[in-house]
């Protein structure tokens, strides 16, 4: 079972934010990271407009074959614009104004009530629809409640660990990774990796897709984004993928 990579491309509309220019275009990044054989974009956009923008969605799309995964709030706008695009996939994640980037796992158990109309909004469109949680039993429990067909683990409790701390996260991550699966459920995960830190997430069973954003364009500031891209598919490439 090989492991997709889907390149976030929320730090190339960063870039462009910080000077308000035209460049550097995320719909150039989507189709080199398409180009370099990652299989989906991912694009977060948050209330606050930080770094993608409205008009960045549809052009993204147009430009590119592969899956757009579409990172969003629970928000009834982000809703609305989420219906009108129809991204294939649509990643619920947690969002405050201050945070510097998506900090904990949404809470699935402790916000069902409302997030029960806005998976169904989403899947009667025909978008497959997952939830950014903390690799926890309850909110694996409550996702499946919820009816959603995936989930993203939350990787970045792993990924800021210390050598000490890290195989008890690992643990926790492989439990849950397997918990889902047996309810039924895809498995992606995601945040904080690198081509350093993502080999240790390769002992996690049943993973179908890592989305990695940040280290990815960063490292593509100094060797451009098809080879960034390169480097950390060659990194994932031993992935095998079921229970050890
Ligand atoms: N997955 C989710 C749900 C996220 O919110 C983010 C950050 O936008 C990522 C993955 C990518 O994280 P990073 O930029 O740290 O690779």
Redesign the pocket.
């Known amino acids: 079972m090989s492991l997709k990579l889907g390149v ?1 491309i ?1 730090h190339v509309a960063t870039l462009r934010q910080a000077r308000g220019t035209h460049y550097p275009s995320p719909v150039e990044a989507a189709r080199l990271v398409m180009e370099a054989g990652a299989h989906g974009i ?1 694009l ?1 956009l948050r209330e606050d407009r930080r770094h993608i923008q409205d008009a960045d969605l549809p052009a993204v799309q147009d430009a590119v074959s592969l899956p757009i995964n579409l ?1 969003m709030a629970n928000s009834r706008e982000i809703l609305g614009i989420a219906l009108k695009l129809r991204p294939a996939e649509a ?1 619920l ?1 947690p969002e405050r104004r201050e945070e510097l ?2 900090e904990g796992g949404l809470d699935a158990a402790g916000q069902f009530r409302e997030l029960e109309p806005t998976v169904k909004a989403l899947r009667d469109a025909g978008i497959c629809v997952s939830l ?1 949680i903390e690799a926890a039993e309850a909110q694996i429990e409550a996702a499946h409640r919820l009816g959603v067909p995936c989930i ?1 683990l939350h990787t970045g409790h792993y990924c800021d660990a210390s050598t000490a701390e890290q195989p008890a996260i690992l643990e926790r991550l492989i439990a849950m990774a397997r918990k889902a699966h047996d309810a039924g459920l895809r498995v992606n995960a ?4 690198n081509v350093e830190n993502v080999g240790g997430l390769l002992r996690v069973p049943h993973l179908d897709t890592l ?5 990815i364009v960063a490292r593509a500031v100094f060797v451009g984004l098809r080879e960034a891209v390169r480097e950390m598919m060659e990194a994932m490439a031993g992935y095998q993928g079921g229970e050890p």
């Open positions: 976030n929320d991912t977060h990172e990643c994640v980037t998506t950014f993203e995601g945040h904080g990796l989305n990695i954003g940040h280290s």
